[in-house]
Nanobody, 122 residues
Framework: QVELVETGGGSVQSGGSLRLSCAAS????????MGWFRQAPGREREGVAS???????SYADSVKGRFTISRDNAKNTLYLQMNSLKPEDTAIYYC????????????????WGQGTQVTVSS
């Protein structure tokens, strides 16, 4: 069992930056693939970035070059550094976890955080 708690959301102007954090409780955190998903109003939840072990990363095309996912296994914490934010990045961002293998999509995620709102104004 893994519990995930996101922090760091907020409001920012276009071009700004935010850093999301996800604190995980439970054992063997380093064996989980961790990821970030987001869901905008009226849209399906979509994958943003994932990080496996050891630290292989994957990004959605829409965020490549702007977002960086990282993890600190000693602190059981996942991060998402978001730079050059755009209004279309506005969404609720969710932390996600799956044992060993990275999820193929939202239906493949084992554990979810409660979500944190990110709002980017133009």
């Amino acid at each position: 069992q893994v519990e995930l708690v996101e922090t760091g959301g907020g409001s920012v102007q276009s071009g700004g930056s935010l850093r999301l954090s996800c604190a995980a409780s439970g054992n063997r955190y380093s064996s989980y693939c961790m990821g970030w998903f987001r869901q905008a109003p009226g849209r399906e939840r979509e994958g943003v970035a994932s990080i496996g072990n050891p630290s292989s990363t994957s990004y959605a095309d829409s965020v490549k070059g702007r977002f960086t996912i990282s993890r600190d296994n000693a602190k059981n914490t996942l991060y998402l550094q978001m730079n050059s934010l755009k209004p279309e990045d506005t969404a609720i961002y969710y932390c996600a976890a799956k044992w060993l293998w990275c999820p193929s999509g939202p239906s493949d995620v084992s554990y979810w955080g409660q979500g944190t709102q990110v709002t980017v104004s133009s």
